[in-house]
């Protein structure tokens, strides 16, 4: 396995497939459209974000988008996991531990002195953030009507 940029082509597949990844990352309550995707992640992408894709033998398997975030009381600049993803026919592999040690790594040589991450309440990959070493900061929560 290889953990790296996106080409061109690649980063297209990323958006392409980025409103299912992030059905799956809300647990199925919001269903964003490919409009959507492009104006949450074309601001990141113009800011530094970037991604980092795990590939083998050419087959995109799965993909992190990492950069930057301030945090919103201090003003102080954090590395930050704005999401993770591996196609379903390859989970259960260990890829998403790897897309997680490699963006850890470059963020942390990068200097900064905290990463975080956002996670919907009951998704299954907290028990990996968990793994890795994170814990939980914050919590939103919400009355619906």
């Known amino acids: 396995m290889e953990i790296r940029k996106p080409n061109l082509a690649e ?17 199925g309550s919001v269903r964003p459209t490919g409009e959507k995707v492009k104006q949450l992640v074309e601001p990141l992408l113009r800011k530094g974000c970037c991604y980092l894709i795990a590939t083998e033998e050419e087959k995109l398997m799965g993909w992190i988008l990492i950069g930057t975030s301030r945090d919103q009381f201090s003003d102080e600049i954090i590395g930050f996991i704005y999401e993770l993803y591996v196609m379903q026919e390859f989970r259960g592999k260990g890829i998403s531990k790897h897309l997680m040690k490699n963006a850890i790594e470059q963020l942390k040589s990068e200097g900064y002195p ?18 890795m070493g994170f814990s939980e900061r914050n919590v939103t929560m919400s009355l619906r009507f």
Request: hydrophobic content about 45%; charged content about 15%.
């Open 11 to 27: 980063l297209e597949s990323i958006l392409q497939l980025s409103p299912q990844a992030l059905f799956e990352g809300t647990l």
């Open 114 to 131: 905290e990463i975080r991450l956002g996670v919907f309440a009951g998704n299954q990959a907290m028990k990996l953030y968990k793994q």
